[in-house]
């Protein structure tokens, strides 16, 4: 396993209103945070504030390309990003204790924190098809260029982690500086991930390491 020191670029916030900062999405020019009772957007560039939406969310975001994906508590809500209203709901698997979701190739990859599971699953019904362990808390997942991603939040101890899709095999590491956690994940599809960081109220920026291109869009 590749294990290296993570780089942190840039942090966004504390934002107004926002107290806490969950699950993380990237719709290619706004980056979603969920809030707890609200979601909120930012332009990535200015780290301004440009969008809420009156939308529970307490854990993980994803973005398919049109619409967002929203975990609340023991739901996900597919949500129309521009008036935010709620376009269906399906149950989450396991039910409360989710935390990260991503968009990747027609299906939703959910993160279950304390089980230590990621689940990928059916976004039409909440069946699950495939489910991999972690040997650690799972917060954030991401799918980024055909690579699984997710993050990692035990005590003073968090870090993002490549890991193999079947097997769950962890294959590199990035390891955040000690007390700084990641609660959400996302990619901007190329070198950067942006990290939620929980009740700092900020969005971290962090490098990615790069390998060449691959297959597979990027989810939050």
Known sequence: MKRAAAEIL???GPFPGAAQVGGVSYDGRRVWFAAGDRLHAFDPRSGEMVRSLAVAGQAGTAFDGRHLFQIARDRILEIDPESGGVLATIPAPGGEGC???AWAEGT?????YRA???HQIDPRTGTVLRTIASDRFVTGVCWVEGELWHGTWEGEESELRRVDAGTGEVLESLVMPPGVGVSGLEADGGERFFCGGGDSGTVRLVRRPRRGAGKGPAGG
């Not at 939703?108 to 279950?112: A, I, K, N, P, Q």
């Open 116 to 118: 230590r599971q990621i």
């Open 108 to 112: 939703l990859w959910v993160g279950r």
């Open 10 to 12: 840039r942090t966004y």
């Open 99 to 101: 935390s990260g979701l």
